[in-house]
C-alpha cells in the first residue's frame, strides 16, 4: 500500500506523549503527515506518529471547509518539516512539544536543527527539531492571546542564533535558563557547561543535575 493512495481518507494518528489526532488526511510529504481536524491544519513530523489507523464510519464527523481554514503547504510540491516551518515563519502558530502544553507564538528562524520561537509568555525560545510533535498555523484574523501587533515585536531579540542546538546551548552558559517548559525542578537553574551529551545545570541549592542532550526540548530564559 502507498501512504499517499490514504489522502483524503479520514484517520486517526497515535503521537509520541500518548496524544491522538483525528481528521481528514490532506498530505503527506517526505517526512510530515497534514491532518485536517475540521478547525485547524495540522502539520506532524512523521517521525512521531506511532500508529495510525482509518476512522470507523461511526467515528467520522463530517468537514467542511471555509475561505479562512487554507494549507499553508503548496499541493503541487512535495511538502517536508522544513518547509512547511519555512512558511510558517512570522504567522501566528500553536506548537505542541512537551509537558501536555501547547505553546503560542511565531517562528522567528530556523536552524540546522532547531528553530527560534518567540512565545509572548516564555519569550524567546530554542525549540529542538526532533521534539516538535506538530504545528498549527493561525488563520488570518488569528492573534495570540488577543495581543496587539504591538505586543508581538518583530526582532524580539538581539541574541545571536547558533547553527546548532549543541552549540546554542554552549552559548547560553553562565546564564539562568529553564529546559521543556520547567517540566520539574531539576530542568530550572544556570548552565554551568556542556561535557559530551551532557548539560551541567547548577540548580537553586547549588547542586549540579546532568540533563541528556537527547531529551532537552526546550529552552528559555528566565
Not at 2 to 13: I, S, T
Not at 31 to 39: A, E, L, P, S
Not at 142 to 152: A, H, K, M, T
Request: charged fraction near 20%; glycine fraction near 6%.
Amino acid at each position: 500500500m502507498k501512504l499517499k493512495e490514504n489522502v483524503g481518507k479520514y484517520v486517526k494518528l497515535e503521537i509520541s506523549g500518548k496524544n491522538f489526532i483525528s481528521g481528514l488526511l490532506c498530505d503527506i510529504g517526505s517526512d510530515i503527515w497534514v491532518v485536517f481536524n475540521g478547525t485547524d491544519y495540522l502539520y506532524t513530523p512523521a517521525v512521531h506518529i506511532q500508529n495510525w489507523q482509518f476512522l470507523k464510519k461511526d467515528e467520522i464527523a463530517e468537514i467542511s471547509f471555509s475561505d479562512e481554514q487554507t494549507p499553508i503547504y503548496n499541493h503541487n510540491e512535495e511538502t517536508s518539516l522544513r518547509k512547511t516551518l519555512t512558511l510558517a515563519k512570522g504567522i501566528f502558530t500553536e506548537i505542541y512539544v512537551t509537558n501536555k502544553q501547547t505553546l503560542h507564538g511565531y517562528i522567528i528562524s530556523i536552524m540546522n536543527n532547531y528553530f527560534v520561537f518567540y512565545s509572548p509568555i516564555y519569550k524567546t525560545m530554542f525549540i529542538s527539531l526532533n521534539h516538535l510533535k506538530w504545528l498549527i498555523p493561525y488563520t488570518n484574523n488569528q492573534r495570540p492571546y488577543g495581543l496587539s501587533n504591538s505586543s508581538l515585536p518583530v526582532n524580539p531579540s538581539n541574541i545571536t542564533f547558533a547553527r546548532t542546538f549543541e552549540v546554542q546551548i554552549e552559548k547560553l552558559v553562565g546564564e539562568l535558563i529553564v529546559f521543556n517548559i520547567g517540566e520539574n525542578e531539576n530542568v530550572i537553574g544556570k548552565i554551568q557547561g556542556k561535557k559530551n551529551n551532557f548539560v551541567e545545570l547548577i540548580g537553586a541549592k547549588e547542586e549540579p543535575v546532568y540533563i541528556n542532550l537527547q531529551h532537552i526540548k526546550t529552552i528559555h530564559m528566565t
